[in-house]
């Protein structure tokens, strides 16, 4: 990032559930950091989940910020409209021959790994997030790609991250606010889910997409997603697009060291706005989690 610079940070919930004290702890950072840096703070709401994402937690998301005291400019961004963005993304990659698909379904997945674990010799493996995908469809033929296909069997896209990496020449980093400068290991991830069987991209993949896009300079999240920044800043590079600064912080637990989560209805913001607490009292109820 040059001097010139303006800094833009995002929070960008998912309308799955009702935001909890957490994300009213990572929305203020991403909005206070913007403040204090002269910069611009954006809300997305990223909503490809059709199965869980309902509009009525889309709204309540909008009255939660707005009652913390919030301001973003508006259009807000919703991944759902953008599925155009996310499919050029997808297509560079699959031009560079980085993509694959995945028949595989979850039982294929665990006996598979199960298989491996009673014989180590086939490199079973775990990763930071569970064990990694152990490569069923990456070895497929065309032709056994394309019966699978023409036989209408539901497949996801995963990136080969062998081949990937193999374009990658020069050492990746990024940095990090509270850890200084971080070196990737896109590894750890394996060959990660790009777009699913019921919606054309991934997590990984919009997020990326779309954090250039609306020219972010700052990602702040919680350190359950640091992990995820090795493998994203594969993507960036494979798909040239401008490094960010991270800051991964600390998550919101209970005292049995739980993370909140949007099923535990008494640390909603919406339940905290119908109390009689106001937005004031959040920074003593946030030390009662940190």
């Given at each position: 990032m040059t001097q010139t610079d303006k800094v833009i940070t995002r929070f960008a919930p998912s309308p799955s559930g009702a935001l909890h004290?957490?994300?009213?702890?990572?929305?203020?950072?991403?909005?206070?950091?913007?403040?204090?840096?002269?910069?611009?703070?954006?809300l997305r709401i990223e909503d490809i989940d059709h199965l869980r994402c309902k509009t009525e937690y889309e709204n309540s998301i909008f009255v939660d910020l707005h009652w913390l005291g919030l301001k973003w400019p508006?259009?807000?961004?919703?991944?759902?409209d953008h599925f155009e963005d996310y499919a050029a993304a997808l297509k560079i990659l699959s031009d560079k021959g980085l993509?694959?698909?995945?028949?595989?379904?979850?039982?294929?997945?665990?006996?598979?790994?199960?298989?491996?674990?009673?014989?180590?010799?086939?490199g079973s493996k775990m990763g930071p997030e569970g064990l990694i995908y152990p490569g069923i469809c990456r070895h497929l033929t065309d032709k056994e790609k394309e019966e699978k296909m023409n036989e209408g069997i539901p497949h996801a896209m995963r990136i080969d991250l062998k081949k990937a990496l193999s374009l990658v020449n020069?050492?990746?980093?990024?940095?990090?606010?509270?850890?200084?400068?971080?070196?990737?290991?896109?590894?750890?991830?394996?060959?990660?889910?790009?777009?699913?069987?019921?919606?054309?991209?991934s997590y990984h993949l919009s997020v990326v997409v779309d954090d250039d896009i609306q020219k972010i300079t700052h990602i702040i999240r919680g350190e359950d997603l640091y992990y995820a920044s090795h493998f994203q800043k594969l993507l960036q590079y494979l798909l040239n697009l401008k490094p960010v600064t991270y800051?991964?912080?600390?998550?919101?637990?209970?005292?049995?060291?739980?993370?909140?989560?949007?099923?535990?209805?008494?640390?909603?913001?919406?339940?905290?706005r119908e109390s009689s607490k106001t937005p004031v009292d959040l920074g003593a109820m946030i030390k009662e989690y940190l």
């Open positions: 004290l957490g994300h009213a702890y990572s929305a203020k950072l991403n909005y206070d950091f913007a403040i204090e840096n002269g910069g611009e703070f954006i508006t259009p807000v961004r919703r991944q759902s993509l694959y698909p995945c028949f595989c379904t979850r039982k294929d997945i665990r006996e598979e790994i199960n298989e491996s674990t009673r014989a180590p010799h086939m020069e050492p990746l980093y990024w940095t990090d606010l509270r850890t200084g400068t971080q070196k990737a290991e896109p590894e750890l991830m394996g060959d990660v889910v790009l777009a699913r069987k019921d919606f054309p991209t800051d991964h912080h600390p998550l919101l637990k209970t005292k049995d060291g739980n993370r909140l989560a949007k099923r535990d209805k008494s640390i909603t913001i919406n339940s905290i």
